[in-house]
């Protein structure tokens, strides 16, 4: 099993920044490939960012391609996700999951391992 346990969520106005965290623990080896997905209330859950963590390639959905950038430190076992020029549309519950690499880099059915979640609130 792999534990993931996302921090960092909040409230900003639009235009913000705020860094999201996600640590990552336990049967780590198998997966090679994290991801933040986000869920607003009545929508859909939505991959908004993907990285390979052993080559560090990425991935971005086009709704916040060239705002938001995701990271990792693999010393810590983490990953980031830092949200830059935030706007309204941005707030959801953002979760941290992890899979191993393979087809559908954005798809959030595709990952295997999910964190409890954080909130991120946006407002105009």
């Known amino acids: 099993q792999v534990q993931l346990v996302e921090s960092g969520g909040g409230s900003v106005q639009t235009g913000g920044s705020l860094r999201l965290s996600c640590a990552a623990s336990?049967?780590?080896?198998?997966?090679?490939?994290m991801g933040w997905v986000r869920q607003a209330p009545g929508k859909e859950r939505e991959g908004v960012a993907h990285?390979?963590?052993?080559?560090?390639?990425?991935h971005y959905a086009d709704s916040v391609k060239g705002r938001f950038t995701i990271s990792q430190d693999n010393a810590k076992s983490t990953v980031y996700l830092q949200m830059n020029s935030l706007k309204p549309e941005d707030t959801a519950m953002y979760y941290c999951?992890?899979?191993?690499?393979?087809?559908?880099?954005?798809?959030?059915?595709?990952?295997?391992?999910w964190g409890q979640g954080t909130q991120v609130t946006v407002s105009s």
């Open positions: 336990g049967a780590i080896y198998s997966t090679n490939c």
């Open positions: 999951a992890a899979r191993r690499c393979g087809f559908g880099f954005l798809i959030p059915s595709m990952y295997n391992y």
């Open positions: 990285i390979a963590t052993g080559g560090g390639s990425t």
